[in-house]
């Protein structure tokens, strides 16, 4: 599956604003099939598990609270350079230089409430996919 998955997560503040639905509308305009998908909230041991790759930089307990204060949505999504491809419909982590009509552009309320997580690797979306979901969730 290598190079036809990404992870996304929508995140707790587009939750929270109720852009769900126009989120998951945005990722099937761009061509990316769901493969799995969830409500869930992550607890604080699984917001620093899943993002231990930050735990040095200052920004990581901030992150951990923030991921953790209220449900996500959790998807695997499909598509030919998944990845790379993901990246560039949910546009740059500041809202206020990503690209119009990117995901972030549209719902992100700043660059630390920025609506959606998108796996950086192809290596990196499969570790994150099975983070969430089992092998008998993805289809």
Known sequence: MSGKITFT?????AVADGHIGAILGKISEAGFK????K???LT???A????EVHSERPFY????DFMSSGPIV???LEKDNAVEDF????GATNPAEAAEGTIRKLFARSIGENAVHGSDSDENALIEAQFHFSGREIF
């Open 34 to 37: 769901i493969k799995a998908l």
């Open 9 to 13: 997560m929508i995140k707790p503040d």
């Open 74 to 76: 959790a998807a695997v």
């Open 61 to 64: 307990g901030e992150l951990v």
């Open 87 to 90: 990246r560039t419909t949910i």
């Open 48 to 51: 620093k598990k899943f993002y």
């Open 44 to 46: 604080v041991a699984d």
């Open 39 to 41: 409500l869930t909230q």
